[in-house]
């Protein structure tokens, strides 16, 4: 079998699993966009020149691998062509075009169909069960999420065609009911989400499309946004 394969993962339901013996290079959110940085694939080269723990086999898994940079997969040629022999490379994709005529010619292409439960286990895979939407989200647990779970959140309620202003009204009354509690610090970040939850409701009735309501309600809950308010 070819040291690097490509698992195609449609349904981004494989995930790696932490090992002593795994590496996992996954996209991080920068700029309000996911993707794999360069820092990772970094670290991942030199990770992979080092000396297995106790002399196993070793794993390293890029996942959704078409969230790359440009330069990233051409950082990666010859670590695919000549990996260390102890050193097995896989990478989740979603689609095979999405990746480089030159990184696929030097894998191995698998979809997620024909995976078995024994490869799964070899190759430090798992499969995953997508996280259940709920249409109806309570804003202590929206603004615990981080910036990429809420725009996940925000795609995710705009298809499910749920009224905005029910959920809204429901965050205010739900924020206003806050205010009066905890420390200064925490009313001042209470009345600060308070206007921010007022400013959407009036978008709304201005008509403006729920979908850019809630993503800019997303830019606007990352700390510097709210510092400058």
């Known amino acids: 079998m070819s040291q690097s394969t490509i698992i195609l993962d449609p ?60 330069n990233t997969p051409h950082a990666l040629l010859k670590l695919l062509e000549e990996p260390p022999a102890d050193l097995q490379i896989i990478i989740l994709v979603d689609q095979v075009d999405s990746i480089l005529e030159t990184v696929r010619s030097r894998c191995l292409i698998m979809p997620v169909a024909k995976l078995t439960r024994s490869q799964m286990d070899e190759w430090g895979l798992e499969k995953v069960q997508p996280a259940a939407f709920s249409a109806s989200e309570s804003w202590s647990m929206f603004i615990q999420k981080t910036d990429l779970e809420r725009l996940q959140w925000t795609a995710a309620y705009v298809k499910s065609k749920k009224s905005l202003s029910d959920q809204l009204l429901a965050w205010q009354t739900e924020i206003a009911s806050q205010i009066h509690s905890g420390n200064i610090d925490q009313k001042l970040q209470h009345i600060q989400h308070l206007y921010l939850i007022e400013n959407c409701l009036s978008a709304h009735k201005s008509n403006v499309l ?12 990352s700390p510097p946004q709210l510092n400058h308010l």
Request: hydrophobic share 40%; proline share 3%.
């Open 210 to 221: 729920p979908r850019l309501i809630l993503y800019r309600l997303v830019l606007q809950l």
């Open 11 to 70: 349904k981004s339901e494989i995930r790696a699993k932490q090992n002593t013996n795994n590496f996992i290079v996954s996209p991080t959110l920068i700029k309000n966009r996911s993707s794999i940085r360069m820092e990772s694939v970094r670290e991942l080269l030199s990770w992979s020149a080092k000396t297995s723990f106790s002399n196993q086999k070793r794993i390293a898994v890029i996942e959704d691998f078409h969230k790359s940079s440009v």
